[in-house]
């Protein structure tokens, strides 16, 4: 879209759904007085704001509490959807027979010390290692790991909500998403990746863009065309791609970029505020 396009659609928005990585939170792992200035802004006009990440819903919880939010918090690639202090809205989850199949997957011998491999039970870490990926995850995050030597036994604990494959090898994070696409359907499994070292598998039904969905129109009671919706990764197309108003983030995987409407500076940048103040104020 042109600006001039989008700024006539953006008159009809009501809903402004953002990412947490990438988006509104860079390298300082919080978010900047411009962009927090703007999103106040954009409330006070009217318009909801709303946080759908791939994050735990714990670790998103103070960005939630940052931005003020009074809507439900999407998170796990929207397979957890909760309104704070209420009981969850949905709920999808990996069948058991799944994380055993990956779980074999990322355990072959060429694997297994080249990955690290977190398992999502009842929005507690499982991990079978700390690894120094896990360890600066869990920095980032800030999330106390269960540390299960055989995650298979954990199973039974819970519903498994997402597993999550890590490694500094992206070429292999590639390889190992080509290989597990070959093995799994999308109607079976939903794989992504929320950056270039993070491969994740969740439930089919778990992508932003269906969270996005979920919220504006059954929560609220909106159509697609009354959402703009802002994301910097592949875990962001689908939400990208619903949205009346889809922004990319300068800087991420060319695919995204060429999904969005528009293409926003970088988020060292502030390009969520930049995009707020053109469009939205």
């Known amino acids: 879209m042109n600006p001039e396009a989008i700024s006539r659609q953006a008159k009809d928005v009501k809903l402004l759904i953002l990412d947490i990585d990438g988006t509104i939170s860079g390298r300082s792992n919080t978010i900047s007085q411009p962009v927090l200035e703007a999103i106040a802004a954009v409330q006070a006009k009217g318009i909801a704001v709303a946080i759908a990440t791939g994050r735990m819903y714990g670790s998103a919880m103070r960005f939630h509490e940052?931005?003020?939010?009074?809507?439900?918090?999407?998170?796990y690639q929207g397979a957890w959807i909760q309104q704070p202090g209420h009981d969850r809205l949905r709920h999808t989850t990996l069948k058991r027979e799944q994380a055993i199949q990956l779980l074999d997957y990322f355990e072959q011998p060429h694997l297994r010390n080249l990955i690290s491999v977190h398992f999502y039970l009842n929005d507690r870490?499982?991990?079978?290692?700390?690894?120094?990926?896990?360890t600066s995850y869990c920095e980032r995050c800030r999330t106390e790991p269960?540390?299960?030597?055989?995650?298979?036994?954990?199973?039974?604990?819970?519903?498994?909500?997402?597993?999550?494959?890590?490694?500094?090898?992206?070429?292999?994070?590639?390889t190992c998403q080509r290989e597990l696409k070959a093995i799994h359907s999308p109607d079976d499994l939903y794989l992504t990746t929320s950056v270039d070292t993070f491969l994740e598998a969740a439930n089919p039904l778990s992508?932003?863009?269906?969270?996005?969905?979920?919220?504006?129109?059954?929560?609220?009671?909106?159509?697609?065309?009354?959402?703009?919706?802002?994301?910097?990764?592949?875990?962001?197309?689908?939400?990208?791609?619903?949205?009346?108003?889809?922004?990319?983030?300068?800087?991420?995987?060319?695919?995204?970029?060429?999904?969005?409407?528009?293409?926003?500076?970088?988020?060292?940048?502030?390009g969520v505020a930049q995009v707020i103040q053109q469009f939205l104020l």
């Not at 931005?67 to 918090?73: D, E, F, H, M, T």
């Not at 299960?148 to 292999?172: C, F, M, N, W």
């Open 146 to 174: 269960i540390v299960v030597e055989e995650l298979r036994s954990i199973l039974d604990q819970g519903e498994l909500t997402k597993v999550l494959a890590i490694s500094q090898d992206t070429e292999l994070i590639q």
């Open 125 to 134: 870490l499982h991990v079978r290692e700390m690894t120094p990926d896990s």
């Open 66 to 75: 940052m931005v003020r939010s009074n809507l439900p918090l999407l998170t």
């Open 207 to 270: 992508n932003k863009g269906s969270a996005a969905k979920f919220l504006a129109e059954e929560v609220l009671g909106l159509a697609a065309h009354q959402v703009m919706a802002m994301g910097d990764n592949c875990n962001d197309l689908e939400m990208i791609a619903y949205a009346g108003i889809g922004v990319a983030m300068k800087g991420g995987p060319a695919i995204v970029q060429e999904r969005a409407d528009w293409v926003a500076p970088s988020v060292e940048e502030d």
